[in-house]
């Protein structure tokens, strides 16, 4: 879930353009072009960076840029970095740094002897590599290229900085606290970050996570297991991600499948770890073996609810995006007859079969949809929200306005909603007032956004949303 506190206009484009974009990308590989008005924005001198970021109190996002033959790294420049929209909205929270490689032959000696420096400090060995680390230069996320454009990249880093904000809330509650208190909001700062980067950099926390719960009466002992296997954990992960980085493709998934098969894990990190194998699998381009490997991944023991849902939905989008949209459809209704029998809510999967619906010009039945998941997603705002503003779309695209506008009104209303999801609705309805021309309607919403925002700082924060989109639409027409 994209952070509230900090990035609420990004979480805004990531709920409301992403529903009018992101399958569209999947599909047919649209991107935006590429705009290097703002490329002043990098730098190179990551010592600079470091001291201006905790200066600012911002975190810092090392970019370690391959040679000009890295074709991933060309596509993540062109159709992330190098665009305005990225810039624009990602240095309010971040200082971006580029470590070029040290074969590159643009880079100056001094960006070679950066290279070195801080290619060894974040052991990187495979292009691109994206660090996210606070000022502090502890890392709370890692990334490379996935496809999707700006606005996928902009939710995964909205994502990212969440991550971190809870890390630091958690972190700042557990100084004041002792025991198995402690253990807990301990294990809440950690929990979010993945397993190899707490592996690697957070080795001191729990180590003091088993010790305060020596007993295991949380069970946070047996989650991050004894020091000993903690630490067997933590080697093996690393030289888990090097194997996947370095190895050939046949030769990384052969160790992934042993150490799998001799060495127990907890479900999230075996997860994690079949995640390092497909994404080896994705850049074989094998449909029918990532089919196998995700099957593996849904049915893994432990394995339910809405995280096997997320997995269903994982298989289908690569599905479609492989040309497969009959059968990816057939999955999809089939994992929902399935779901409706053991009684699960299927949110996901309505959510997912809503919009692949809307990306398939389908909004009667789109809308069929989101109704048949709205009733069940009542204990569920977040993704109630998703659910509502779909439905909203399909109403839009049907050419019945006044529908799409009571649907966000009925949801912007209901003081049982938390206010920002309410306020995010509100300005859902001022975007497709103004795509009706209903440029003073439209103001009208946006200033009761921020009325219906609850706190001061979300009054700023939807302030601040609401003069950037007039903004946006002022330059746009």
């Given at each position: 879930?994209?952070?509230?506190?900090?990035?609420?206009?990004?979480?805004?484009?990531?709920?409301?353009?992403?529903?009018?974009?992101?399958?569209?990308?999947?599909?047919?590989?649209?991107?935006?072009?590429?705009?290097?008005?703002?490329?002043?924005?990098?730098?190179?001198?990551?010592?600079?960076?470091?001291?201006?970021?905790?200066?600012?109190?911002?975190?810092?996002?090392?970019?370690?840029?391959?040679?000009?033959?890295?074709?991933?790294?060309?596509?993540?420049?062109?159709?992330?970095?190098?665009?305005?929209?990225?810039?624009?909205?990602?240095?309010?929270?971040?200082?971006?740094?580029?470590?070029?490689?040290?074969?590159?032959?643009?880079?100056?000696?001094?960006?070679?002897?950066?290279?070195?420096?801080?290619?060894?400090?974040?052991?990187?060995?495979?292009?691109?590599?994206?660090?996210?680390?606070?000022?502090?230069?502890?890392?709370?996320?890692?990334?490379?290229?996935?496809?999707?454009?700006?606005?996928?990249?902009?939710?995964?880093?909205?994502?990212?900085?969440?991550?971190?904000?809870?890390?630091?809330?958690?972190?700042?509650?557990?100084?004041?606290?002792?025991?198995?208190?402690?253990?807990?909001?301990?294990?809440?700062?950690?929990?979010?970050?993945?397993?190899?980067?707490?592996?690697?950099?957070?080795?001191?926390?729990?180590?003091?996570?088993?010790?305060?719960?020596?007993?295991?009466?949380?069970?946070?002992?047996?989650?991050?297991?004894?020091?000993?296997?903690?630490?067997?954990?933590?080697?093996?992960?690393?030289?888990?991600?090097?194997?996947?980085?370095?190895?050939?493709?046949?030769?990384?998934?052969?160790?992934?499948?042993k150490v799998l098969a001799e060495m127990?894990?907890?479900?999230?990190?075996?997860?994690?770890?079949?995640?390092?194998?497909?994404?080896?699998?994705r850049r074989q381009n094998k449909p029918?073996?990532?089919?196998?490997?995700?099957?593996?991944?849904?049915?893994?023991?432990?394995?339910?609810?809405?995280?096997?849902e997320r997995l269903i939905v994982k298989?289908?989008?690569?599905?479609?995006?492989?040309?497969?949209?009959?059968?990816?459809?057939?999955?999809?209704?089939?994992?929902?007859?399935?779901?409706?029998?053991?009684?699960?809510?299927?949110?996901?999967?309505?959510?997912?079969?809503?919009?692949?619906?809307?990306?398939?010009?389908?909004?009667?039945?789109?809308?069929?949809?989101?109704?048949?998941?709205?009733?069940?997603?009542?204990?569920?705002?977040?993704?109630?929200?998703?659910?509502?503003?779909?439905?909203?779309?399909?109403?839009?695209?049907?050419?019945?306005?006044?529908?799409?506008?009571?649907?966000?009104?009925?949801?912007?209303?209901?003081?049982?909603?938390?206010?920002?999801?309410?306020?995010?609705?509100?300005?859902?309805?001022?975007?497709?007032?103004?795509?009706?021309?209903?440029?003073?309607?439209?103001?009208?919403?946006?200033?009761?956004?921020?009325?219906?925002?609850?706190?001061?700082?979300?009054?700023?924060?939807?302030?601040?949303?609401?003069?950037?989109?007039?903004?946006?639409?002022?330059?746009?027409?």
């Open positions: 879930m994209i952070s509230k506190p900090n990035c609420v206009f990004t979480r805004f484009r990531a709920q409301i353009f992403l529903r009018h974009f992101a399958w569209a990308f999947l599909a047919w590989g649209i991107f935006g072009a590429p705009n290097q008005a703002n490329a002043d924005q990098w730098t190179t001198d990551a010592d600079s960076a470091i001291r201006t970021a905790k200066k600012e109190g911002k975190d810092l996002l090392f970019y370690f840029a391959g040679t000009e033959k890295c074709k991933d790294c060309q596509s993540l420049e062109a159709e992330v970095f190098d665009q305005a929209d990225f810039q624009d909205e990602i240095t309010s929270e971040y200082l971006l740094v580029r470590i070029e490689h040290i074969e590159s032959s643009n880079a100056t000696e001094m960006e070679k002897i950066q290279s070195m420096r801080w290619g060894r400090e974040f052991a990187v060995t495979n292009f691109p590599t994206v660090f996210l680390v606070d000022s502090d230069l502890i890392p709370f996320a890692i990334s490379g290229y996935e496809k999707g454009g700006v606005i996928n990249y902009l939710g995964l880093l909205s994502e990212f900085h969440k991550v971190r904000v809870d890390r630091d809330d958690a972190m700042a509650k557990a100084e004041k606290a002792k025991g198995l208190e402690r253990a807990t909001l301990l294990d809440q700062a950690i929990s979010g970050i993945s397993e190899t980067i707490a592996g690697v950099y957070y080795p001191n926390v729990i180590e003091e996570i088993i010790a305060l719960d020596a007993d295991n009466e949380l069970g946070l002992r047996g989650k991050w297991n004894s020091e000993k296997e903690a630490e067997q954990r933590k080697v093996m992960m690393t030289e888990l991600m090097l194997v996947a980085r370095l190895e050939k493709p046949e030769a990384a998934i052969k160790e992934i499948d127990e894990f907890p479900v999230a990190q075996r997860l994690e770890i079949l995640q390092m194998k497909l994404n080896i699998v029918q073996a990532l089919d196998r490997l995700l099957d593996q991944m849904i049915d893994l023991p432990g394995v339910e609810g809405a995280t096997r298989k289908i989008l690569l599905m479609r995006g492989s040309g497969r949209k009959e059968a990816a459809l057939e999955l999809l209704n089939l994992s929902i007859e399935q779901g409706r029998a053991t009684g699960a809510r299927n949110l996901f999967l309505w959510a997912a079969l809503g919009e692949m619906l809307i990306a398939d010009k389908q909004y009667d039945d789109a809308l069929r949809a989101f109704d048949e998941a709205i009733p069940a997603a009542r204990a569920n705002p977040d993704v109630l929200a998703d659910l509502v503003s779909g439905k909203a779309e399909a109403f839009f695209l049907l050419k019945q306005p006044a529908d799409a506008l009571a649907t966000l009104d009925n949801f912007a209303e209901d003081t049982n909603v938390p206010s920002d999801l309410r306020a995010e609705a509100t300005l859902h309805k001022s975007m497709l007032m103004r795509e009706m021309g209903k440029t003073r309607l439209a103001r009208l919403s946006e200033n009761r956004a921020v009325e219906i925002a609850n706190t001061p700082t979300l009054k700023r924060e939807f302030q601040n949303v609401v003069n950037q989109l007039r903004q946006k639409y002022k330059v746009a027409n």
